[in-house]
């Protein structure tokens, strides 16, 4: 039994922590908070020298050709930092749309540009309110070019591709198409959001070059596919947050005094911290899960990242409220930075779909492996 | 049981009525006035026509009012357009007793009068930011010099503290002595020397306290109240008159917001109140906001004997708060992707609402009380259970342990 | 605003609560758990004797013709006592019953009898596992004779008469029907529940007389009707089970010392008991709800007794799980008394359907009265 | 990252695997005895054939064996149709301990043989009464007389004292000083004149525990382990050799059960496993169950390469058991009036299992520490937070306040 990561993975998270430590502080994110920019690109640009976007790609395709075991880590640290760049998008939504289904072509001309952290790419699939679906698609592609519109993309203003689910007469009713942004026919329309630190537009196509990516027809199933890998990733990505939230809430605690002695004395706080900690365990374990199934591309796929996926959401949650809570009037203020995770929190919770559509992906999933 | 008045309650709903339907002012009256300003004309019409601060004794022009019939008031003064009058609510409610109680006639005649017509707005500079829940570890300090104190330190969640005329203020004289014992209570001229006041901004981009700074502020002796080192008596005479919270938890998001929500947006492929999970969620959150408005309702009726709302009203914020951003973070999640759109510009009718109560919601859950302190005054007060072991009685505050 | 009890409501239960003191003591519900017993006779014909089973009864038939509000007063005390007695099936189902829809004869043969204590009756629906519905009845009634079968029957094995849910092939599907239980083609079956102090069994109708209760096919609408009525009664009984819950494990705590203090100075104690105090006076207060719309027949009352069902319900398991955590070891020894109230939870909370059957008809409510 | 051995630990597994196949004991081999003769039949030969005990020092007849050892020893054990040896926990993994640590060398040479070969049943004495959560205010009592002590007092949750040779006992024998400074620990003869055993019958209706009253009981004073007032240190190396729990949070109602349940029963006319309130409550806890026992793979992984398991073993029972009270409460609620029943003989599939967890949880929520205690440990050992301000501490222990 070795349900741990080896020593190159960390040795990679040290590695991951200082720099971030250094390059990634909260007065950065901070940076992007107050201010007009898009995303940290000087972050982005330093991340993208350590090679962290080329971590999973093969090295034929410029990439570092590194497992996933790599990635979750570079995940859980970008996580925990609060980075205010488009890493989810590019990495674990765009590049690996390309890797599951790019053909040789589209593979060779985009990948190298997403290794270097020279192109940003992301994903677009809900059209509006509720769950997505492909009975209810709209947007569609007619002789190479799509009309249509998608809602509330993450990086979508700071992206040169667009992975997008369009509508398909055959098939599981959906296809995947790789649209450049470089376009007139492109439209983004700014979108503000409960997180300013990421930014996030409304899309509208009108007749925009798209390509097929990967079988017409198949779109519902490579989404499917795609999402369980980034439902882990993105578990990675939240369960990192949640440590931090714990981290603050344990340190303001232990510091702040009331009735001569520290908060964290009393069982109202302890027990709180305790819970986060239990929270945060078992969605950490079940992240442990999710890794090796990616890693191995497991049949337990489906079943693990769901699993991970909704353990890791509902801790996140729990801590970045609880901590803004510990922190007492404080963490309310504008001026703390708890604010950065409960903000944060729900962006993550809601990018690919949100702890109801996971709990049933669980279900389902549980029944085609024919647990219980 | 019923939800009736009493004869002596619709007689005096009527009145009110009449009065308020006969003074309401008209747009015409205040054209051209701004939010203060309205509430000044409109507060000054009710302290003229005897309607304002009815609950006082008579001998501050109050008219010895019941609870009850204060809520009459409020329940028909909502009926009518008149403007909102909130910023009057710190120094009628909480400075006016005070005064009532621990300032010479002198004062009371100069201050209370003022008071009850809205012409000074008052504010209360009691938490600092080393207090928190534990509010008299507060450390602003006051030295004597001559028949002046010369104030220093720092006050902070402020409401109003920029357009107060004055302040209550509670300050600590002498730090030798037990934590309790060493304090005094002032009031002073909000525009007095070396006064900052600094807005906060909280995490919803609002700012609805302030930081006040004093730096030397002189304040003359005789605008003390109570004996220098009674401080902490004196201002449980202000704690005990905040506002008893008789509402139904509070704003935010609601059991018909989240409702109607679901009546719009899908999940797999049909309308999300379908789906027995969010039934399931949306019943057991009405159980809650039912449980509520029906406390106050219990609430209501014993004001309507005359009883005194007690400990037990904590209840309403310590679930209601919760409760809101539970409704919300759901809500958000219905939604899904468009779940995190917080843009008022473009927002689709319900989103922003939920995402408002999000951001806000967390300020709620500690404001006026933390959820833990609320669930500690519940246990104490209520269940008469025993305080936990004190580390900061009978000691020097200067000893007392700080962290730092 | 008198949203309260009137002065003979709390005369009323100051001697209620007295005589239960008496006459229903914790020794008392132990010696029915331990024994052989079928239910306190002894305490069922001092309760006759109070009047209590004739509360509601209209003058006319020998009952007192109080209000629901007095009812109510009685419910939640025998909650409180954890009365061994068939009280809410008798009282709050078969006599309730009669009351809806029984015709004159039938109430002058049953009422009278009822409201003496010298007949109990008892209300079976339920056919197996799961939620009833119309659709599934089996049992059902033939020129006058009933044959099928009830499952998990309170009270069965001491009752004369039975209110019986069966088919019918007009109107809503189901009717209602009055079955002596004095013949040879009822056939009773005892079954051990978690809750001993009362009796259950399984009924088996072997062509067994049977009359109409109300029309014909009606009998679906008059059971929903029924069980609004018996949903109210039964959350006073259970806030007052839940309410000893919350005063045992106070006085508990009160007195038991950990660390050379009360465990009830512990936050973690003082919270949970908070917990239960706010619980229950949520609960509380929509059991005033219930009351006021069962004794005006108000509109509401379909969204009122869900309301309080669920609330009370809710409360009870809570209350009753941490009173016997609330105890530590002691709590769960069979010498205590905190195994009554939570053997009792489940007995009340799955007679008339469980939560999650009354969070349902709570939404349904709520759209019939167009609450949002 | 994977799920397999390492080169040794499958050299081991089969060793292991291997002696097992040729010696689990055959049902001719036992026939005729009684559940107790056949774990004393399979642990004597388990010991004879070197496979007893293995992680002990080879000095007192183990193996030095590493815990992933003794896992993957159990794992293979609970492969073969072997009779249960539970009875033999406490003496061989924490009489044991504690008497290689404290005992002299007659003494270890006198008892550890018999503990590992079965011959004798240990059991242990700690729990008091008015003790609970706070082991170390225990108050029975022993007084010195010659040689010997004579114990008067109380023990209680002692499991398996009806049938055990021997105990370990930590009694007071000094309340004049404070509480962890007064004990002294004792090892006697079950039999010894004035034990008297009293089953406890749990609310569950079964009796897994004992009261035992010592009425005079004469102890030779050289059974006692450690010196004289040096009882807590020798306790706190039995209480470090309790077992490790890294189980998946014990047994219970399990997300498997549930959901065939949900599979067979009925809501609104569909199978329950379709109504997506069931499953977003089967899926939470689902997330719950997985994550115990990835908890336990990682624990086991530490234990592969040779770590100790820490406190933070603790997750396991606190999440466990509540998640199994409230599954087998939401599983009676499926089965609707139906889900009362206990009744072995009429019992549909399901329904018992469901039935006596519900009524057996409560007691794992408390035994071996109360959820609230677990989370204290959480707090305090994997957290690092401060201990509660104590009452008890540094005074006389007749002085601890008790209530009573």
Redesign the interface.
């Known amino acids: 039994?070795?349900?741990?990561?080896?020593e190159e993975q960390n040795l990679l998270r040290d590695q991951a922590r200082g720099f971030l430590a250094d390059h990634c502080s909260p007065a950065l994110v901070r940076r992007v908070l107050d201010g007009d920019e898009l995303y940290a690109e000087d972050l982005w640009h330093k991340v993208a020298q350590m090679g962290w976007t080329a971590t999973a790609i093969p090295e034929e395709y410029g990439g570092l050709g590194l497992s996933y075991?790599e990635l979750v880590v570079i995940a859980e640290e970008l996580g925990r930092a609060c980075a205010p760049i488009p890493f989810s998008s590019s990495v674990y939504l765009a590049t690996e749309a390309l890797l599951l289904a790019g053909n040789a072509a589209q593979k060779e001309h985009w990948l190298p540009q997403l290794a270097a952290g020279e192109a940003i790419g992301t994903f677009a699939y809900?059209e509006?309110?509720?769950?997505?679906?492909a009975?209810?698609l709209i947007t569609q592609v007619s002789s190479g070019k799509m009309t249509g519109s998608k809602?509330?993309v993450a990086d979508a203003e700071v992206s040169q591709l667009m992975i997008v689910v369009a509508k398909s007469e055959v098939g599981d009713g959906a296809s995947l198409y790789l649209v450049p942004t470089d376009q007139s026919a492109v439209h983004l329309?700014t979108?503000?959001?409960?997180?300013p630190t990421r930014n996030?537009a409304?899309v509208r196509f009108d007749e925009a070059d798209a390509q097929l990516l990967g079988q017409e027809g198949q779109g519902w199933t490579l989404l499917t596919q795609l999402l369980n890998r980034a439902a882990v990733l993105l578990a990675w990505e939240q369960l990192g947050a949640a440590d931090t939230c714990l981290e603050m809430a344990?340190n303001y605690?232990?510091?702040?005094?009331?009735?001569?002695?520290?908060i964290?004395?009393?069982?109202?706080?302890?027990?709180k911290?305790?819970?986060m900690?239990?929270k945060n365990?078992?969605?950490r374990?079940?992240a442990?899960?999710g890794?090796?199934a990616l890693?191995t591309n497991a049949v337990e796929l489906p079943l693990a990242a769901?699993?991970a996926r909704?353990?890791s959401s509902?801790a996140l949650?729990f801590a970045a409220?609880e901590n803004?809570?510990t922190h007492?009037?404080?963490?309310?203020?504008?001026?703390f930075d708890?604010?950065f995770y409960?903000r944060r929190a729900?962006?993550l919770?809601?990018?690919i779909?949100?702890?109801?559509?996971?709990?049933?992906k669980?279900?389902q999933a549980?029944d085609e492996l024919d647990?219980? | 049981m019923d939800f009736e008045d009493t004869k002596e309650e619709s007689a005096f709903r009527e009145q009110a009525r009449t009065w308020l339907q006969a003074n309401a002012p008209t747009e015409a009256e205040m054209s051209g006035m701004d939010t203060m300003a309205r509430a000044k004309f409109w507060q000054k019409r009710k302290a003229e026509g005897g309607w304002a601060c009815i609950r006082w004794p008579k001998a501050f022009g109050g008219r010895d009012a019941s609870a009850i019939e204060q809520v009459i008031l409020s329940q028909e003064e909502a009926k009518v357009a008149v403007p909102e009058t909130g910023v009057f609510s710190i120094g009628q409610g909480m400075a006016a007793p005070t005064l009532m109680t621990w300032a010479d006639a002198e004062a009371q005649a100069n201050f209370i009068p003022r008071l009850a017509s809205g012409e000074d707005i008052w504010c209360q500079l009691f938490s600092e930011p080393a207090g928190g829940s534990d509010l008299a570890a507060l450390r602003t300090k006051a030295e004597k010099d001559g028949d002046d104190w010369i104030i220093n330190g720092q006050k902070i969640w402020t409401s109003g503290a920029h357009y107060s005329d004055f302040g209550i203020l509670v300050v600590r004289t002498d730090p030798t002595v037990p934590k309790h014992k060493g304090l005094s209570y002032f009031y002073l001229d909000m525009k007095s020397p070396g006064v900052e006041i600094k807005p906060i901004r909280q995490i919803s981009g609002e700012s609805n306290f302030n930081e006040v700074y004093f730096t030397d502020v002189r304040i003359p002796d005789s605008q003390r109240l109570g004996d220098v080192g009674q401080g902490w008596q004196v201002s449980l005479t202000t704690l005990m008159n905040e506002r008893a919270s008789i509402g139904a938890g509070g704003g935010g998001t609601k059991f018909s917001s989240v409702k109607a929500l679901a009546k719009t947006v899908m999940i797999d492929g049909k309308p999300a109140i379908e789906d027995s999970h969010v039934r399931a969620k949306l019943a057991s959150w009405y159980v809650q906001e039912a449980g509520l408005k029906y406390t106050s309702y219990r609430t209501l009726s014993a004001l309507s004997r005359g009883a005194v709302p007690g400990p037990e009203n904590s209840i309403g914020k310590l679930v209601g708060a919760v409760k809101s951003q539970d409704m919300a973070s759901f809500a958000m999640d219905l939604l899904e992707q468009e779940g995190v759109v917080r843009d008022r510009e473009k927002d689709a009718a319900f989103a922003a609402l939920f995402q408002d109560t999000y951001m806000a919601i967390p300020g709620l859950r500690i404001a006026g009380g933390t959820d833990e302190i609320m669930a500690n005054i519940i246990a104490e007060r209520v269940l008469g259970l025993p305080q936990e072991p004190r580390m900061d009685k009978g000691i020097p505050f200067t000893e007392v342990p700080t962290g730092s």
Chains 1, 3 share one sequence.
């Open positions: 039994m070795n349900f741990e990561f080896g075991l809900s509006g309110s509720g769950q997505p679906s009975e209810r809602a509330v329309e979108v503000k959001t409960v997180d996030h409304n344990k605690a232990m510091g702040r005094y009331a009735f001569g002695r520290p964290a004395s009393y069982q109202a706080i302890k027990h911290l305790a819970d900690y239990v365990t078992l969605a374990s079940n442990y899960y890794a090796w890693n769901a699993t909704v353990g509902q949650y409220k803004i809570q007492g009037g404080m963490g309310y203020t504008w001026e708890c604010q409960y729900k962006i919770a809601l990018v779909g949100s702890e109801g559509v996971w709990q049933e669980l279900i549980s647990v219980a």
